[in-house]
């Protein structure tokens, strides 16, 4: 077999198939074994090299060959030792000295020397040749040395070794685990039936998740349904490839299908395949194949680990199927697998969702639940339920089974206050500190929110002021509601000072807040504030959204500092932020401005060709900026983009196209665009139309008012009329 490799092989340096035996000659054999030790006088690992001769001199045998092998430190010295051995009279190599030297040199990624002991140990025709290199290759693809490994499989074919057909599943497995490109494992599998190797599943089975890796789904069912023609019968893996490669795809109806298809076949699954299929229909949502699957599993004899009745269980509470979940948890128990508090938060979560606050009590109370996860976890059912009277009575019985915690007691607090209970609150408070508890950063962030909800704001800033004293830190959404509520009463200064903190503490503040605070600074034309407020606020982590731009470059054209718009943009590009309609509006803006033709006709286009439609103020302005300086042409391609979309140019702006391709000399351009306009139904203005007619000269229009001062009328049927009867 003496084919070329294709390109994707040869990029990963594998050398061409059957070509080993011609690059190396008689004359390669013959010096690579001399030994010159008049050149290896300066080598490091000569001392190393005499001392293990020594040691083999008297007493050189295949066994103690491969131990001192094993002693020597320098692959180098290992090799020079082997070629010393090979010129030893009444020593000859084994298989197993081949072997090791083979798999050193490749571990190393000596390819060249490798091939040449591979090329030498078949020449030897060393007896179990075949089972000696077999492990060789098992031990290269564990350690993802494929290139070796497939050196090593082409030298036993070309010495007429036929490897077995688990060893060439071993070489196809790991290349598609590795993610090889499909071509590279399709050519492998041909190279494989061409050496005579007869496919089996597994064989198959790489090849169904090859496909499916390369998004050939419809190849892949079709090679599915092919098996049999094979001689193969597909097994539990080719269902799991199946599943989870059509689940991933979303194509969850077809993934329950071949299910079905297994069923009928009476195909039994083992461990792994329940392991993963059943997590996975539990991810998309379908307990109801979650729960068969585990019903046959449990049938076949298996117990399932934890993660598996943990995953279930989460997935029939969300559902909800809380009286399934229940059964399992009882199964899981029986099992002698014991529960996590996890488990039994999914289930309260369960019974809350569903309103059934009761039978969660119960449910706890029934297991003797002393974990406070799951009892925290009804309490927080009962305030996001509105019904806070309970919620203090059940944490109240928390607290006198010992089972309550900080974390208890700031579920309650921070649910009155974002309901605005500040009163209630500090009644709880005073309790909670009667009850020996202390309050924690929770609670003084809970207080915070509470204050600004009823709109205390003073009040929440005392509270920060105290905070801040005792180097604490509040929680995101705190430090938020507190700014947010500074800025609305104008409290810009002190905002910026709960910014600052958060900044020297690291912590970001939600986008949607720092918004807020630098449109105030800019409504009030502080404008070298709301740019330090920016890099202040990056410099603490938090994400400056589009918003924040905007309003800050919105800001410097209206304060007439336009100039520095795209030193923002560029500064907008740096930090990866994405451009959206407002901020292209917003830079347009600037550009008309400052009279950039060139850069507001680049921004257009990008625009444009970003699938971002300009609002019809802002197109019929840059329109008129780019016809004012005879620059239209230059935009002609991306107005055609939005011409051939529906309300998106009105007859206005056609007549600005219009009227400007004309003074530009293009009137083949303004003909294609009358042309589109006529086939909407409209007519060009009278000032366009006369253009078109030749009526109006264009010595009469530079000579008159302003041409675009027209460009604002709508277009009057009797008006182009009337010019016509002239």
Not at 176 to 190: A, T
Not at 204 to 233: V, W, Y
Not at 449 to 459: M, N
């Amino acid at each position: 077999m003496d084919a070329k490799l294709p390109q994707f092989i040869i990029s990963k340096q594998i050398f061409r198939w059957g070509s080993v035996n011609k690059y190396i000659s008689s004359y390669l054999c013959a010096t690579h074994f001399q030994i010159s030790t008049e050149n290896d006088q300066n080598q490091p690992y000569n001392i190393e090299f005499q001392s293990k001769v020594v040691l083999l001199k008297n007493e050189l045998y295949p066994d103690k060959l491969i131990r001192v092998l094993d002693s020597t430190n320098n692959l180098n010295a290992a090799v020079k030792i082997f070629k010393w051995a090979s010129l030893q009279k009444r020593f000859r190599h084994t298989a197993d000295t081949y072997s090791w030297i083979i798999l050193k040199l490749g571990m190393a990624g000596n390819i060249r020397e490798m091939d040449f002991f591979c090329n030498e140990m078949i020449k030897a025709k060393c007896s179990y040749a075949e089972e000696a290199l077999v492990p060789v290759i098992d031990s290269f693809v564990r350690n993802h040395r494929l290139t070796e490994a497939l050196r090593v499989l082409e030298v036993m074919k070309l010495g007429n070794y036929k490897p077995s057909v688990i060893t060439y599943n071993v070489m196809l497995g790991s290349l598609v685990k590795e993610g090889s490109d499909f071509q590279s494992v399709l050519f492998f599998y041909k190279e494989m039936v061409k050496a005579g190797i007869v496919p089996n599943i597994d064989t198959l089975n790489h090849l169904l998740e090859a496909l499916f890796q390369a998004n050939r789904i419809i190849s892949a069912i079709d090679q599915f349904r092919r098996m049999s023609m094979k001689g193969c019968s597909p097994n539990s893996r080719t269902f799991e490839i199946l599943i989870t490669s059509l689940c991933a795809r979303n194509q969850v109806d077809e993934s329950v299908s071949f299910l079905k298809e297994m069923f009928e076949q009476r195909c039994i699954g083992d461990r792994r395949f329940y392991n993963i299929t059943i997590p996975i229909f539990c991810q998309v949502s379908r307990p109801d194949q979650a729960i068969r699957l585990f019903r046959m599993m449990r049938s076949s004899g298996f117990v399932p680990e934890t993660f598996v009745y943990r995953i279930l269980i989460q997935c029939l509470c969300e559902n909800p199927e809380l009286d399934e979940a229940i059964k399992l948890l009882e199964d899981m128990i029986e099992t002698g697998l014991t529960p996590e508090a996890d488990v039994y938060v999914d289930i309260v979560n369960g019974f809350c969702k569903v309103g059934q606050f009761s039978e969660a009590r119960d449910f706890l109370d029934d297991n003797s639940i002393s974990e406070v996860d799951p009892h925290n976890a009804l309490l927080l059912g009962y305030c996001n339920a509105g019904n806070f009277f309970k919620a203090y009575k059940y944490l109240q019985k928390m607290v006198e089974r010992n089972i309550a915690d900080s974390f208890s007691w700031s579920i309650l607090i921070r649910r009155l206050c974002e309901n605005g209970g500040v009163r209630k609150t500090f009644e709880v408070l005073s309790r909670m500190i009667i009850s020996s508890y202390v309050p924690e950063c929770a609670i003084h962030s809970a207080l915070v929110v509470g204050q600004c909800k009823v709109k205390k704001y003073e009040s929440a800033l005392e509270l920060f002021y105290w905070v801040r004293a005792k180097y604490w830190l509040l929680d995101y959404d705190s430090y938020a509601e507190l700014v947010e509520g500074l800025c609305h009463v104008a409290k810009l200064k002190e905002a910026t000072e709960v910014l600052q903190y958060m900044s020297s503490s690291g912590c970001p503040l939600r986008a949607s807040s720092l918004n807020v605070l630098i449109e105030a600074f800019c409504s009030s034309g502080k404008m070298d504030e709301a740019i330090r407020l920016r890099l202040l606020a990056f410099s603490s982590g938090t994400v400056c959204s589009p918003l924040a731009y905007t309003t800050i470059m919105h800001g410097l054209c209206n304060t007439n500092n336009a100039k520095y718009v795209l030193v923002l943009f560029s500064q907008m590009l740096v930090e990866g932020c994405a451009l959206d309609v407002e901020t292209y509006h917003v830079l347009l803006n600037g550009m008309c401005m400052q009279n950039r033709t060139n850069d507001c006709a680049l921004l257009f286009g990008q625009m444009v060709a970003n699938g971002s439609e300009p609002n019809s103020k802002a197109l019929s302005k840059v329109l008129l900026f780019m016809a004012h300086h005879s620059q239209l042409h230059t935009i002609t391609h991306t107005i055609e983009k939005l011409a051939s979309k529906d309300e998106v140019l009105h007859p206005a702006m056609y007549n600005i196209v219009i009227n400007g391709l004309l003074n530009e000399g293009q009137k083949h351009e303004a003909c294609r665009f009358l042309d589109r306009m006529l086939e909407k139904g409209w007519v060009p203005d009278a000032v366009t139309h006369g253009l078109l007619i030749g009526t109006i000269g264009k010595e009469e229009i530079d000579g008159g008012t302003d041409i675009h001062d027209n460009f604002i009328l709508q277009d009057k049927v009797g008006n182009i009329l009337a010019e016509g009867l002239e």
